[in-house]
């Protein structure tokens, strides 16, 4: 070796680590035989802390600055071991760097459904997810309860270490809260704080904290949700019955067919039929001396088509010679109960004039069948 290799190795180190990884907790200073030289320079940056481990024991811990490693600022290192051979002996020692900052944006969420007990649907199944940020409050107690002799120690290694214990308090909180589901999404920032406050302690023992906990979504299964969809357009609806209507008048615009020509013939007859009343009185209802042509006949009558209901669903439209068939075969029955447009309600088709017809050509059942 060389004399130029000979006195850089005497010159005073540097220490100091510029973190662009970003999921990086803790990072161990690498000096070739672990030797740092007496007097050496230790930056410590802001979201940074530096703990000093000395053959094995944890000797200080530096908080942001810059620092000479001599005794004089070291009380902890003092009682370990005097230094007597000051610059030139160098000692054995370890520093890791442990990153202070917050860390955010981490996802937990719940793997399997919370059984909980809602006061307006009875037992439900519910998950949960959202997003939390963890930070480092002790750092000694971080690099012995968890970091170890790990050189580099990243986020990922305690992630899901820290999802585990929010996945079960918040299993806690919503079980025991009372709140009922349809009000969850107006509590989550409460329910948030809550879990966030009872898991501190657990947290703290392992040197962290949670600074923010946040909760998404609070969700039913699918099955229950598309039940309340439903239950939600049943009251967009309103009435019931006129929503039917309305939608029956929509299917005979679309499907009547023959009775839908129909009907708009007999509109344009009657139309035509008021047009030559106009021609024949004149503007003013005078009528000129020459014959009128004579009077159209009246629009041919609109047939009906029919509806028929059966437990619970509709079919049709119907015209009445089909019903006619049915009738025959038996598929309508007196007690069936049918509407067309313009009718009341749903009747039995007994009692409409138009079909009880159809049903005289067979003897009424016996009495009593």
């Known amino acids: 070796m060389g004399i130029f290799d000979f006195l850089s190795g005497e010159f005073i180190d540097v220490i100091h680590w510029v973190d662009d990884t970003r999921d990086t907790m803790v990072w161990r200073f690498e000096r070739e035989g672990h030797e740092i030289k007496y007097g050496a320079k230790l930056t410590v940056r802001e979201g940074q802390a530096a703990v000093f481990v000395h053959e094995g024991q944890l000797a200080d811990v530096f908080t942001p600055g810059l620092y000479m490693l001599e005794t004089n600022n070291m009380p902890i290192m003092t009682t370990l071991q005097h230094w007597d051979h000051g610059f030139k002996s160098p000692f054995k020692s370890e520093i890791y760097y442990v990153n202070t900052t917050r860390f955010n944006d981490l996802k937990w969420g719940t793997k399997n459904p919370i059984i909980c007990r809602d006061p307006e649907f009875g037992p439900v199944r519910l998950r949960a997810f959202g997003t939390y940020s ?45 709140i009922p589901v349809l009000d969850m999404a107006a509590n989550t920032r409460e329910l948030g704080q809550i879990v966030a406050k009872e898991i501190s302690a657990q947290i703290a023992e392992y040197g962290l904290m949670i600074p923010e906990l946040y909760i998404e979504n609070i969700s039913l299964p699918p099955a229950v949700e598309a039940v309340m969809d439903k239950r939600s357009s049943m009251g967009v609806i309103g009435n019931l019955n006129e929503y039917m209507q309305f939608q ?28 030559g009343n106009l021609a024949a009185t004149g503007p003013w209802g005078a009528r000129p001396a020459q014959a009128t042509a004579p009077m159209a006949p009246p629009p041919p009558p609109v047939e009906h088509v029919w509806h028929i209901a059966e437990g619970g669903k509709t079919t049709g439209p119907f015209s009445k010679a089909r019903m006619a068939r049915m009738a025959a075969d ?39 069948a």
Request: hydrophobic share 45%; net charge negative; aromatic share 6%.
């Open 134 to 178: 963890v930070k480092v409050a002790d750092p000694a107690r971080f690099l012995v309860e968890i970091v170890g002799t790990d050189g580099e120690f990243t986020m990922d290694e305690i992630s899901f270490q820290i999802r585990n214990i929010i996945v079960q308090e918040m299993s806690r909180s919503l079980a025991k809260s009372g």
């Open 248 to 275: 029956a008048a929509e299917a005979l615009g679309r499907e009547g067919g023959g009775a839908g020509d129909a009907m708009q013939a007999g509109l344009g007859a009657a139309m035509g039929l008021q047009m």
């Open 330 to 368: 038996g598929d309508l029955t007196r007690e069936s109960y049918v509407w067309t447009a313009g009718q009341d309600g749903w009747l039995r088709a007994e009692d409409v004039t138009e079909l009880a017809q159809l049903f005289t050509i067979l003897p009424p059942p016996p009495p009593g």
